[in-house]
């Protein structure tokens, strides 16, 4: 209904490359994903809508924890169950994240709802995953 572009939520910057580039190439779909939900969310799209790209956030968050669990221990990476429980507690969240929205109607939860998405995956990647730079060969 709206074609206007809303400002990206995030901007791409190469503070983010780990320099595996597998994952590298996953963490900016991530922030992709991230900025059509908010696209999406400043819009007042519709709620099935919203709620399809969250379970596509999951979908793909889900599929891609398990890509770098699997590259950390193929790695032998020694903060692997600490970084894994990172991911699971998340996923966790996420899980929750989406249900509150199910369940409670107003849109305007939507900020609310993008920024924690936002704030874990950024600071996720900016953090924890930047370790993962040392195992690349
Ligand atoms: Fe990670
Ligand atoms: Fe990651």
């Not at 074609?3 to 900016?28: A, F, M, N, Q």
């Not at 956030?57 to 599929?63: L, T």
Request: aromatic content about 8%; glycine content about 2%.
């Amino acid at each position: 209904m709206n074609s206007t572009k809303t400002k990206p939520l995030i901007d791409w910057c190469d503070e983010y490359l780990i320099g595996v580039e597998e994952l590298d190439y996953e963490h900016r779909d991530l922030i992709n994903r991230l900025n059509e939900l908010h696209e999406q969310l400043a819009h007042h799209d519709e709620k099935a809508m919203i709620e399809d790209c969250l379970g596509e956030i999951h979908v793909r968050v889900e599929a891609h924890f398990a890509l770098e669990e699997h590259f950390m221990l193929d790695n032998n990476f020694q903060n692997y169950t600490h970084h894994k429980k990172e991911h699971d507690d998340f996923l966790a969240v996420i899980v929750d994240l989406i249900e509150n929205f199910r369940t409670n109607p107003e849109l305007r939860y939507g900020d609310e709802l993008e920024e924690q998405l936002q704030h874990w995956i950024v600071n996720h990647i900016l953090t924890s995953d930047q370790e993962l730079r040392t195992l690349n060969k």
